[in-house]
């Protein structure tokens, strides 16, 4: 619909006298957008849907806008779709919407101030927005059914000038936009560009019949210049992908390093407190034994002094062994994972109060220096977890093999994780440890599963024969 047979169409929204009854920041959500775990980018939708719209500009450019607004409709699987573009005739005044598809399809040729609503937010601000229920500040809009529960806007621009906008309407809580939905949303805003000029060229075409031909030759270029534009997109998302697959496996390689790095950092440390500091400490411990026995003779407060001393020793060298286990416990090189396991439990058992059992064949055997580190760390980073999370004052590990595999099920009785946290982690959200956890897993080709309810929450992790080897206690 052009803007001379919208401005002859009753607009059914009375904003005659606008005024609102909250403030703009509280129907503003923009920064949900990227707190929301984002979709993955489909590239060959987005290209399908180019290609698409080039065609539709070459073969019926008449409809090119609602066209668009039908592409962004089933793009984005939302319920409502469209175009506000800014009047001319009476200064940029107001916006007017030439092309709408979905529930709100009825509504087209209508359309809202320039200076208070949406759409001129947008245009202020110069910056993708995201709403919900807007009707609360732009009370036009509450005669309109159904209600927007979000709405996700994006300006476009004629040579370097926004028009307006281009916007995707969810009326429910089924459909939540986030940060993929924005890129999407402009780089489809690129096209609308382009099919806005077609759009105004069109406009003139109606008052200039003569120029027709002129007019058909233009719109064959400029559908032959998009189609190349789709082709360039597609290489340079072609390209993007390999980049990005490149970056990412650098990533995991420095993720790896310094992993190693850290462990062999805690290993130098642990030692450096058993063995130079653990002297130290010994040394001192008898130095004092001494004093007591010296000043038994004569200077009892010395004695007491000497005594409490003894024990202030005694609980650091009981801080430091504890600290050197925890940093790296000698026992996994020593005698294998079985035992650092049971020992690491006890000391936790002392610490917190949380009684753990270890299933585990005594007939086990040993595993590569690195796997039983990981299956190690791992077990320490889930029960820190229980501790300070779950609230529970037990939990259950198994180890064991079946078949070619490594298992490892660390589980507990504990509150357990809200849906949400849960989604998050197992699309390879969350914090330092989960991702830690990840990591090491995934360096030895393994598989991590987090499952949690109201009863618990449990943690599997298998290995493949691959990487299952043995070895000797290291030095």
């Known amino acids: 619909m052009s803007e001379s047979n919208a401005s002859q169409k009753r607009d059914d929204l009375d904003t005659s006298s606008p005024e609102g009854i909250v403030p703009l920041e509280s129907v503003l959500c923009t920064e949900e957008l990227h707190r929301r775990p984002p979709r993955p980018p489909d590239y060959e939708k987005e290209n399908r849907a180019l290609s698409v719209l080039a065609r539709a500009l070459a073969e019926s450019p008449s409809t090119i806008l609602q066209a668009l607004a039908d592409t962004i409709l089933s793009v984005f699987e939302a319920d409502s779709a469209g175009l506000s573009l800014l009047t001319t ?86 459909r939540k936009f986030d940060a993929e939905d924005e890129r999407l949303l402009q780089s489809l805003g690129t096209f609308a560009s382009s099919a806005y000029q077609i759009h105004t060229s069109l406009d003139a075409l109606t008052l200039e019949m003569a120029e027709r031909q002129n007019t058909e030759s233009a719109l064959r270029v400029l559908a032959n210049t998009l189609e190349d534009q789709v082709r360039d997109r597609t290489g340079q998302l072609e390209q993007r992908n390999t980049d990005i697959l490149k970056q990412s496996e650098q990533l995991r390689e420095v993720s790896h390093s310094l992993l190693q790095i850290q462990d062999d950092e805690r290993r130098r440390i642990a030692r450096e407190l058993h063995d130079s500091l653990g002297q130290v400490v010994a040394a001192l411990g008898m130095n004092l034994g001494t004093l007591s026995k010296h000043a038994e003779q004569g200077a009892t407060d010395l004695v007491t002094i000497a005594d409490e001393g003894q024990q202030l020793v005694q609980q650091l060298d009981h801080e430091m062994r504890t600290m050197s286990y925890l940093l790296y416990p000698p026992m996994l090189d020593e005698t294998g994972l079985p035992n650092a396991l049971s020992c690491y439990i006890r000391g936790l058992k002392d610490r917190s109060g949380i009684d753990t059992a270890l299933i585990i064949p005594e007939d086990f055997g040993r ?99 691959a990487e299952v080897g043995s070895s000797k206690g290291k030095a």
């Not at 359309?111 to 937010?121: I, K, S, V």
């Not at 995201?130 to 994006?154: A, G, K, N, S």
């Not at 507990?412 to 990840?438: A, C, H, T, Y």
């Open 89 to 174: 005739h009476d200064g940029g005044k107001r916006f007017y919407w030439p092309a709408i598809a979905g529930i709100w399809k009825p509504h087209i040729g209508g359309g809202t101030p320039r200076d208070f609503g949406p759409c001129g937010d947008v245009l202020d601000r110069d910056t993708p927005l995201l709403f919900r229920h807007f009707e609360l500040r732009y009370t036009y809009f509450l005669p309109v059914t159904p209600p927007v529960e979000e709405c996700l806007l994006v300006p476009f621009y004629i040579q370097g000038k926004a028009v307006g906008t281009i916007w995707a309407i969810a009326h429910d809580e089924r």
């Open 367 to 465: 595993l590569s220096g690195e796997m039983e580190l990981a299956i190690f760390r791992v077990v320490q980073e889930c029960l820190t977890n229980v501790h300070r999370h779950s609230g529970s004052t037990n939990a259950l590990i198994r180890v064991g093999r079946e078949g070619d595999r490594v298992f490892l099920e660390v589980e507990d009785n504990g509150k357990g994780m809200s849906p949400e946290k849960l989604l998050q982690i197992q699309s390879q959200g969350s914090g330092v440890g989960i991702r830690g956890m990840r990591e090491r897993v995934r360096q030895l080709n393994g598989h991590l599963d987090i499952q949690s309810n109201a009863n618990g929450t449990k943690v599997s992790i298998t290995f493949p024969a």
